[in-house]
C-alpha cells in the first residue's frame, strides 16, 4: 500500500528559484528517504532522515521532519536545470520501504 | 565501481511465455528487492530479500516469483506473463535494515528494465 504521498504532483519553476516539495505518511516510521530519478532511469538516493531527526542538510538540499504531523519537506535552493528530474520520498517502517507517487520538478531555463 | 545491474534493460514478450529479470549487486548487501514503477502509482515492491534464502512478499507479489540462492543475486521470475504486468521494473539493494540503530540504509538501484508483454 501507498503510504507516502508527495505534494504537489508537478512543480514549474525558474532556474535560480527555490524548490519545496512535501510528503505525508500514515504510519509510524523509522526514517525518511528522499530520492531523485531522471526520465525513465533508476532512482539515486538523496538523503535520509531518522524519526528522531529535525532536520537534515547536503549540499542545496534542506529536509525538514515532522512526525507529529507526520510530514517531510523537501527543500532544493537555487535549482538549477540539472535538477529536473521526479522526486520520491519513502519511508521506512520495519522492514519494507513505502513509496509515494512522486513530484515532477521541472526547471525552466 | 559499485553498481546494481539488471539483465535485460529490454523486453518484449507475449503473454504465457516464462521470462527471467536478473539482478546482481557487489556490493555485498543483504537486503535485497524488487520494484515495478507504473505511470501515477510510484514504486510498488513486488518481493524483498533480508539475506540468502529469506524472501518475503511486497505489495503486489501476484503472478511473479523470487529465489535468493546467492547474496549477490535476486532474479525476478515471471512464469505466466500477462499484459498487466507490462511496467518499468526496478532491483535495489541496500545494507540490512537494523530498526532502530543509528545505519544508513541508502537503497541503490539498478538501471530499470523496461517490459512490454502482448
Known amino acids: 500500500s501507498q503510504q507516502g504521498e508527495e505534494d504537489p504532483q508537478a512543480l514549474s519553476i525558474q532556474e535560480g528559484e527555490n524548490a519545496t516539495m512535501n510528503c505525508s505518511y500514515k504510519?509510524?516510521?523509522?526514517?525518511l528517504q528522499w530520492y531523485r530519478q531522471n526520465s525513465g532511469r533508476g532512482l539515486v538516493h538523496l538523503i535520509l532522515i531518522r524519526s528522531n531527526e529535525r532536520e537534515k542538510h547536503s549540499g542545496r538540499l534542506r529536509v525538514t521532519l515532522d512526525t507529529s504531523k507526520k510530514s517531510s519537506s523537501l527543500l532544493i535552493t537555487a535549482s538549477r536545470a540539472a535538477d529536473t528530474a521526479s522526486y520520491f520520498c519513502?519511508?521506512?517502517?520495519?522492514?519494507?520501504?513505502?513509496w509515494g507517487a512522486g513530484t515532477k520538478l521541472i526547471i525552466k531555463p | 565501481e559499485a553498481q546494481v545491474t539488471q539483465n535485460p534493460r529490454y523486453l518484449i514478450t507475449v503473454t504465457g511465455k516464462k521470462l527471467t529479470v536478473t539482478c546482481s549487486q557487489n556490493?555485498?548487501?543483504?537486503?535485497m528487492s524488487w520494484y515495478r514503477q507504473d505511470p501515477g502509482l510510484g514504486l510498488r515492491q513486488i518481493y524483498y530479500?533480508?539475506?540468502?534464502?529469506?524472501?518475503d512478499k511486497g505489495d503486489v507479489p501476484e503472478g511473479y516469483k523470487v529465489s535468493r540462492k546467492e547474496k549477490r543475486n535476486f532474479p525476478l521470475i515471471l512464469e505466466s506473463p500477462s499484459p498487466n504486468q507490462t511496467s518499468l521494473y526496478f532491483c535495489a539493494s541496500s545494507l540490512y535494515p537494523l530498526i532502530g540503530r543509528v545505519r544508513q540504509e541508502t537503497q541503490y538501484f539498478g538501471p530499470g528494465t523496461r517490459l512490454l508483454v502482448l
Open positions: 530479500s533480508m539475506n540468502v534464502e529469506v524472501t
Open positions: 504510519t509510524s516510521i523509522n526514517n
Open positions: 556490493m555485498n548487501h543483504e537486503y
Open positions: 519513502a519511508t521506512r517502517s520495519n522492514y519494507q520501504l513505502i
